[in-house]
């Protein structure tokens, strides 16, 4: 079934729905399914269309990533993110005799907020956004054999690896950077188990991802093994 049978998108929108009905194909399709010709299709476009605004296959790939990230980068609002609490210690002067009693308030403060906000992110992909999840996985494997495409993927991963970062040393973290990768791990770690891997037959809950995130962050922020009892809320 064409994306659009009741009329021709406009140039401002086809590119974006070029981008979308790409993930939509390597999503169902795989890898070998996307070429030129069956986003056309997919989409309800003349043929060429694709062709016209991405020459090659490269450039549709690298098009597809791009969108990918604008997508993902909605699925939580920056609404919905943790506010770090003002004139706070940073990480270092957290561990750091005088500051660490500060340090550990803060950190322990943060743990509710923090996982409140990876779980919903977490639930929202697992519910609501699997063929993005499917479509990343394409992506990231075909990445590791198009350099081009790694510098593209790798710079549009920044974009959610940062603010992890911040949110961490704001939290108190003695090694944000450290923590960020043990905290993208594990998330990207539950989202393919749970779409692709041993655990694909059921979504967890969202009480259930806001209590393992509590445990995750309760072993790199001074004084969150406090809070770890009280980020239960009754959930989805």
Avoid: K
């Avoid at 403060?109 to 409140?116: D, M, N, R, S």
């Avoid at 590791?144 to 940062?162: M, Q, S």
């Amino acid at each position: 079934m064409n994306a659009r049978d009741d009329h021709a998108p406009s140039a401002a929108s086809r590119p974006q729905l070029i981008a979308d009905t790409a993930l939509r194909l390597l999503a169902a399709r795989g890898m070998r399914g996307l070429t030129h010709r069956a986003v056309d299709e997919a989409a309800g476009l003349p043929q060429g269309s694709t062709s016209n605004l991405a020459r090659t296959r490269a450039a549709l790939l690298e098009a597809a990533v791009g969108r990918l990230a604008e997508r993902e980068a909605a699925v939580l609002t920056p609404d919905e993110l943790p506010r770090p609490q003002r004139d706070r210690p940073s990480g270092a002067e957290a561990g750091a005799g005088a500051a660490s009693g500060a340090g550990a308030a803060a950190g322990g403060a943060e743990v509710p907020a923090l996982a409140e906000a990876l779980s919903l992110a977490l639930h929202r992909y697992l519910t609501h956004h699997r063929e993005l999840l499917l479509a990343r996985y394409e992506l990231a494997l075909e990445a590791t054999r198009r350099p081009a495409l790694r510098e593209v993927y790798d710079r549009a991963g920044r974009a959610f690896r940062e603010p992890v970062v911040a949110m961490l040393a704001a939290a108190g973290s003695a090694a944000p950077e450290r923590h960020a990768l043990s905290v993208v791990a594990w998330c990207d770690g539950v989202l393919f188990s749970c779409t692709a891997g041993q655990f694909h037959a059921a979504v967890p809950t969202r009480a259930a991802l806001r209590t393992s995130c509590a445990e995750l962050l309760a072993g790199m922020l001074p004084g969150a093994g406090a809070s770890r009892g009280r980020t239960g809320v009754a959930g989805e």
